[in-house]
């Protein structure tokens, strides 16, 4: 990534080729250190009216996003061997301690976790198709086993592998 420096893209000459200063917004989000909000400046395209955010391209974020990918990489790496309740305490803890917030504060919910690990786009991996054998093996066993509530009679179960 090269450095951005303050005003390079609004005073640029493609810029003012390309785009009008339409508004200035804040945006918050939510990193491991917590809520960070920023200002950022909106442009129009001159050509077909369209909105665009500098800012937000640079620095890789999605439109309405409220979470740092930051954060986002890190539910799907604990979600990879953990319960979402797992990695949203996990998360939380981790803002939490950060921030020094004595008190238990959910910044995520298990089904915010749940969201964002569907919303990674991760491919499904399909497992190796294996060949039939031409020999087929088959155990079968029976046991008696002990019933409750039937007066202590053994009822014989049947099972084939």
């Not at 953990?82 to 921030?99: D, T």
Request: proline share 3%; aromatic share 12%.
């Amino acid at each position: 990534m090269r450095p951005l420096k303050k005003w390079s893209f609004r005073l640029s000459s493609d810029r003012k080729v390309k785009y009008h200063i339409k508004a200035y917004r804040e945006r918050t989000i939510l990193t491991i250190f917590g809520e960070i909000t920023y200002k950022r400046t909106f442009y129009t395209d001159k050509f077909n009216n369209g909105s665009y955010c500098h800012l937000d391209e640079y620095l890789g974020l999605k439109k309405h996003d409220y979470f740092d990918p930051y954060i986002k990489v890190l539910v799907i790496e604990k979600a990879a061997d953990n319960s979402a309740p797992k990695v949203a305490k996990f998360i939380n803890e981790l803002i939490g301690s950060r921030i020094k917030i004595t008190d238990s504060f959910c910044y995520l919910s298990r089904q915010t976790i749940r969201n964002i690990i569907i919303g990674a786009g991760i491919s499904n991996v399909k497992p190796e198709e294996t060949t039939t054998p031409e020999t087929l093996y088959i155990m079968a066993d029976e046991k008696f086993i002990s019933t409750q509530n039937n007066d202590n009679k053994q009822v014989m179960v049947k099972s084939v592998v």
